[in-house]
């Protein structure tokens, strides 16, 4: 059972879908006047694992995420660089699309519906609030009428009206009936990008784009609304008024918002200046490593953004691809198949994988997720260290697809294991090459990286037994160039990757 922390209610639920076996998620996208920065990442590599969990567990998943490709900072932009606004929209979008991949966002199936190809939808949107008598015209402005929608307003927010109006700057004006009504349709300046509509000519305000195309693609009523906190008000609370003011139904039931990012303990923002691009963070760190330092903590909870923190996250993942690169190995050389020595990590293997399930059920509890993982990869390289030579292969094997399968498939941390493997084998027989040591495995290496480090340690004991430590201090050197790290203990020489 999946329960999520709804905003909402601000409970705990158990997930039902609307319809069984189906998930019809909206998740609020960029607005594209800019290459992103690692607070819009958040969301995006966050409700991407929400959507691949969903799968996992066997959900059909209809995941759309807009792009808002026309608003004041747009427009501000493309009379800066003389340029269009859809000339900005298309730079920013293709390169929002080119970050994403590198964070591993799964594109296949989702929909990315751009706001400008959806005015129609928006206009009739509009004209349903004008005529149900939700909302007025002004001056070639339409602006929602938040008093008529009074009893409910603020309910996801918990913002109140009468606090509202008395914040705000001004209290009255002579376009709006009140302070707190907000813009469905702007009259156009000269020259600005417009649109014909029964108001004259004009764009959408940002709220009804949104509701208008959740509309198209999900239905009046549908499963999560997503994105992050600072968008709960005013931007999701206009959403609900405008959805359920002009097409009825629950709009969407559950609300999921994720937290913040701190740069040194303050919140990160534009304003503050103090924030970082996605694209300046991957050209020092893998996309995964950015994944995995986002997923693990709780989305909900704000997180500290750092070098230190990408440090770890890499460590970390360093940590996992060995154990996989020794499991990889071992699996296949050095234990096989028969015998019961694999009955313990087998049922440590069961209880993780029913614990990531209880964690990632548990309002997508990434970061126990991820606990459970190193919790079983402790326990494999442990297994690994005492059962060598023995049974256990099949087991080994079990273990090396379900870590696989949850970091890669769920988590979307895309570890590449095996192609390391083959990279270590090649650079491993490069530098028997290099040292004119003949390769004991011939040409046809095949996947036998073990074999190989094993030979050059063999080699670099008889090295030193000659006194030849110039080649002896050689292997090890380069053994360590690439990535084998060898280690003298008392009795033998272990090595590690
Ligand atoms: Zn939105």
């Given amino acids: 059972m999946i329960k999520i922390h709804n905003t909402l209610t601000k409970k705990l639920e158990e997930f039902i879908p609307i319809e069984p076996g189906k998930v019809k998620m909206y998740v609020c996208g960029p607005t ?27 959900y059909k998943v209809i995941y759309v995420q807009n792009f808002t490709d026309v608003d004041d900072k747009m427009i501000e932009k493309a009379n800066a660089e003389g340029v269009t606004v859809k000339d900005i929209a298309d730079k920013y979008i293709g390169a929002y699309l080119e970050d994403t991949k590198k964070i591993n966002l799964k594109e296949e199936g989702m929909i990315r519906p751009k706001a400008t190809d959806h005015i129609k939808e928006m206009i009739k949107s509009i004209k349903i609030l004008v005529n149900k008598g939700y909302a007025y015209e002004s001056n070639g402005d339409v602006y929602f009428d938040v008093e008529k929608y009074k009893e409910h ?3 996801l927010s918990g913002q109140k009206i009468k606090a509202l109006k008395a914040g705000a700057r001004v209290e009255t004006s002579d376009i709006k009936k009140s302070s707190v009504d907000f813009a ?24 009804i784009e949104c509701s ?20 709960i008000f005013p931007h999701h ?18 609300w999921i918002h994720n937290g913040y990012i701190n740069i040194k303990g303050e919140k990160m923002s534009k304003s503050k200046g103090n924030f970082f691009l996605l694209r300046e963070i991957l050209e020092d760190y893998e996309g995964k490593v950015v994944r995995f330092f986002m997923l693990s903590s709780h989305y909900r909870k704000p997180i500290d953004f750092s070098d230190k923190e990408l440090e770890m996250a890499k460590s970390a993942i360093k940590r996992i691809e060995n154990s996989m690169l020794a499991m990889l190995e071992k699996m296949d050389t050095k234990i096989s198949d028969e015998g019961s020595d694999g ?3 087998k049922t440590v293997l069961e209880s993780s994988k ?64 095996e192609k390391q493997i083959k990279n270590l084998t090649i650079e491993l027989t490069e530098l028997l090459k290099q040292i004119e040591i003949e390769n004991p495995l011939g ?21 030193k037994k000659e006194r030849n430590f110039a080649l002896s201090d050689e292997i090890r050197d380069k053994m360590a160039e690439i990535g084998v790290k060898i280690k003298d203990g008392r009795e033998k020489t272990t090595w590690t990757i």
């Fill in 237 to 254: 609370e206009n959403e609900i008024a405008q959805s359920k003011c002009s097409y009825g139904g629950d709009y969407a039931r559950y």
């Fill in 184 to 207: 469905l349709w702007k009259t156009a300046k000269e020259g600005e990008l417009s649109w014909e509509s029964p108001w004259g000519k004009g764009r959408p305000g940002w709220h």
């Fill in 354 to 417: 029913r614990r990531f399930v209880e964690a990632m059920d548990d309002d997508f509890n990434t970061a126990q997720a991820i606990g459970v993982l190193f919790e079983l990869i402790k326990e494999v390289n442990k297994f690994m260290e005492q059962k060598l030579n023995n049974s256990g292969g099949k087991v080994l094997k079990d273990v090396y697809t379900f870590i696989k399968t949850t970091l890669i498939e769920v988590l979307g941390v895309e570890i590449v294991v």
């Fill in 32 to 58: 594209v006047y800019n290459y992103i920065h690692i607070g819009n990442a958040r969301p995006a590599i966050f409700f991407d694992t929400v959507r691949r969990y969903f799968e996992y567990r066997d």
């Fill in 343 to 345: 009955l313990e990590l």
């Fill in 153 to 155: 307003y603020g309910e």
């Fill in 443 to 463: 040409e046809n290496t095949g996947n036998s990286t073990v074999e190989l480090i094993e030979f050059l340690i063999e080699k670099r004991k008889m090295a």
């Fill in 212 to 231: 208008a195309m959740s509309k198209k693609y999900l239905g009046a009523s549908f499963d999560i609304h997503g994105g992050g906190q600072d968008l």
